[in-house]
């Protein structure tokens, strides 16, 4: 009776990355996947190590690029290093869901909690590296809560630093959460961890500076100011960008800006507070406690660095998937909080859990929602030139990616790769989104194929 709720917390770990495999195997490429390959994924070697963009995750770039060599381009074939890095994700979750709550009932609760966001989930399977990096994130805080919780040794520091390195590889939005934990475990570790040295974590340091430098050194010393061109210049912004992909369904802008704006800071700081008392006592904390503190404190520490640069280089502030950490992380941080009041946790769970199956997509990522029949749309255009007579395809700025993706993977020789241009300019098939209709109406094109449920259309000149 007792493993029922560890074979529960599995099955929902086994259905959710179902449902991942289902998504990156049927979905259609989104504008930014396209992107990383046309820009990257499909480039030399040399491009992939001495170039940078925002765009660029290197680690992620390189599975990528080895991916679709062995498997050949497809949707599934680009987007399979997400989907092993949402994996592994999903493993961590289920093993802090079983420390926290061992062989209670609320295990699978807590696991579904952590999983089911579904902003997260878009970014467990779609080939942008941040879950990916996500995933090697929390494998570092969980082993480096095994290793102040009790269970010593240096191997556990070389697989964390590892952890770390490989997450800041694999997308740099991770650098200040990755360098936050690192400095808050070795606070504590030291003054905390009885027999544990200042020189105990350069076995932590070692594997995560050799990692990236080996990684990112080249990439980086590439990069300028200009690199760094997404996020947000508001904190309460930054917030609300999470927390609209996050709760869809709450349609009043009141409800979303309450949650981001008044909620949210207000539990982040009960949950500092919370951190503080925990390390001060720190020889009687419990097992959820110890997870409080790590969390916690990574989180005060990594805003005061977004702060910091913000002010200081005017380095944007996260936003929506850059940001994208602070989900799982807050999360965690609040089932840490409340894992001895279980009725309360019972009751919010639920709730949160409910919400979250109400919103549960399977058909397109939140932030590329205009993409989500792209294939279609190159379809409609084979569909219409049937004798493959060379053509040119314009039109919005937005399909430019995923029609060169389809393209390549299709072998459509007879179209002429699409630049990006005015869309208005003179071409054989436009593409256009609802923005850009008004196209159709002034050069008096005959639309061929309309998406009901985007509003994009295949248009051509009229005969």
């Not at 579904?118 to 942008?128: K, N, Q, T, V």
């Not at 040119?392 to 399909?399: A, M």
Request: proline letters at 3%; one cysteine or more; glycine letters at 6%.
């Amino acid at each position: 009776m007792s493993s029922y709720p560890r074979v529960a917390s599995l099955a929902i770990i086994a259905l959710l990355f179902a449902v991942n495999l289902y998504r990156a195997a049927t979905q259609s490429i989104t504008h930014d996947e396209a992107l990383t390959y046309e820009t990257f994924v499909a480039q030399s070697w040399d491009a992939v190590f001495h170039t940078y963009d925002a765009n660029h995750h290197v680690l992620h770039t390189i599975l990528c690029k080895l991916s679709t060599g062995l498997f050949g381009l497809s949707e599934f074939a680009l987007r399979l290093p997400s989907l092993l890095g949402g994996l592994l994700f999903l493993y961590v979750a289920f093993c802090f869901g079983e420390e926290l709550f061992g062989k209670s009932w609320i295990q699978p609760l807590a696991v579904a909690v952590l999983c089911l966001n579904p902003y997260l989930l878009d970014f467990l399977s779609a080939a942008r590296g941040y879950g990916m990096a996500i995933g090697f994130f929390f494998l570092a805080l969980y082993l480096l809560w095994r290793y102040v919780s009790g269970r010593r040794g240096n191997w556990i520091l070389v697989k964390a630093g590892a952890a770390l390195g490989l997450s800041v590889a694999a997308n740099l939005t991770l650098l200040f959460p990755c360098l936050s934990l690192l400095a808050i475990f070795a606070a504590l570790a030291i003054r905390k961890v009885k027999d544990t040295k200042s020189s105990t974590i350069v076995w932590l340091l070692v594997p995560f500076v050799v990692i990236d430098w080996i990684l990112l050194f080249d990439p980086l010393s590439q990069a300028t100011r200009g690199n760094f061109y997404v996020g947000s210049l508001s904190v309460g912004e930054a917030v609300l960008s999470l927390v609209q992909p996050s709760f869809s369904l709450f349609t009043a802008a009141v409800v979303l800006q309450v949650i981001a704006w008044v909620l949210l800071p207000f539990v982040f700081a009960m949950l500092a507070f919370l951190a503080y008392h925990v390390i001060r006592r720190w020889e009687t904390a419990t097992v959820g406690a110890m997870i409080l503190a790590l969390s916690a404190t990574t989180m005060v520490l990594t805003f005061a660095l977004l702060i910091a640069a913000f002010l200081l280089f005017d380095v944007p502030l996260p936003a929506g998937r850059t940001g994208l950490y602070w989900i799982p992380l807050f999360t965690l941080a609040c089932l840490a909080a409340v894992a001895t009041k279980p009725r309360v946790l019972i009751v919010f769970a639920s709730l949160l859990v409910l919400v979250y199956l109400a919103e549960l997509r399977t058909n397109y990522y939140a932030d590329w929602g205009y993409d989500r029949h792209s294939n279609q749309l190159i379809a409609a255009i084979a569909q219409r030139n049937r004798t493959h007579s060379p053509v040119t395809i314009g039109g919005s700025w937005q399909y430019e990616p995923s029609l060169n993706f389809y393209r390549e993977k299709l072998r459509y020789t007879w179209m002429k790769e699409v630049e990006r241009g005015a869309p208005d300019g003179a071409f054989d098939f436009y593409v256009l989104s609802v923005a850009d209709l008004a196209v159709a109406e002034r050069l008096h094109l005959d639309l061929i194929f309309r998406d009901s449920v985007t509003g994009a259309v295949v248009a051509v000149q009229k005969r």
